[in-house]
């Protein structure tokens, strides 16, 4: 059996022939360029659900999740301190009071705050720290959390720079947690 063929003559005198195989063709081409079209637009549609749909519960239970994450992150430390946690081992007042403390953990820095090391340093003891304890009661409290300021490794003037050095961090809070 051979394939029907359709011809006709267009103005000109020139016999066009198409077979059956042709128009099989083109409506392959047809169905092809409609499922793309219909697939760009699917692609198109937005993939989020309406948030109108979802119930209270879902709603509550974000929200309590949001909050939950809130509390659990401390707001970060002010730029140049280090908040650590750590004892006071020793105190010696003369024009300042400066500590011996043992840093047993570093807890977070704020922006632009050089690295402190866990271990033994000497810091300085800001007068507003303190206002009701005595160099006794810093020794004598225990572990704590305490914020420190980096205030530059300075030497003191008319001074051995290697002797008596002004310390780099200076305690400026105490907190018991």
Known sequence: M????????D??????????????MTQFLKGGLVLSVLFAMAACTSSHTDRSSSTADEVDDSLAAIDSVEHDQAPAPPPGTAEIRGAVLSCQEDEQVR???RIDEVLGYGASTPPVASGMRTVLV???VLQNRTTHDLVTMGVRTFRLRHVGDRPQLGSDQNQNSTPAWTITEIRNR
Do not use: D, H, M, Q
């Open 2 to 9: 051979r394939p029907a063929r359709l011809s006709w003559r």
């Open 11 to 24: 103005r000109s005198g020139l016999t066009i022939a198409f077979s059956n195989s042709y128009r099989s």
């Open 99 to 101: 500590c011996e403390i």
């Open 126 to 128: 800001r007068p507003v």
